[in-house]
């Protein structure tokens, strides 16, 4: 069974910086595309930054230029490096996985509180 284990949230100040860690067991990491998503009350799921195998990264338009994906498969663990975070940043944070065996089914982390605020 694939788990995921996501880490690194907290309370920041506005323009600081949180790195986000999500490790995962099982034998599927080296071979699936990993991604961050947060959720806000009454809002969607939204992609926040993901990263295939072959290193492709894709970052929500709210992000770019702000957060960093990355993903070392000696670790079976995906990062995300958020810099210069603003109040809208606030959101849980979600880590996935996509099953590379199964067509549309995706793993999800329990998720971490990030808070900005001042």
């Known amino acids: 069974q694939v788990q995921l284990v996501e880490s690194g949230g907290g309370l920041v100040q506005p323009g600081g910086s949180l790195r986000l860690s999500c490790a995962a067991s099982?034998?599927?990491?080296?071979?699936?595309?990993m991604g961050w998503y947060r959720q806000t009350p009454g809002k969607q799921r939204d992609l926040v930054a993901s990263?295939?195998?072959?290193?492709?990264?894709k970052y929500g338009d709210a992000v770019k230029g702000r957060f960093t994906i990355s993903r070392d498969n000696t670790k079976n663990t995906v990062y995300l490096q958020m810099n210069s975070l603003k109040p809208e940043d606030t959101a849980v944070y979600y880590c996935n996985a996509e099953d590379p065996t199964t067509t549309g089914f995706d793993y999800w982390g329990q998720g971490t509180q990030v808070t900005v605020s001042s």
């Open positions: 099982g034998s599927i990491f080296s071979r699936s595309v």
């Open positions: 990263v295939t195998t072959g290193g492709s990264i």
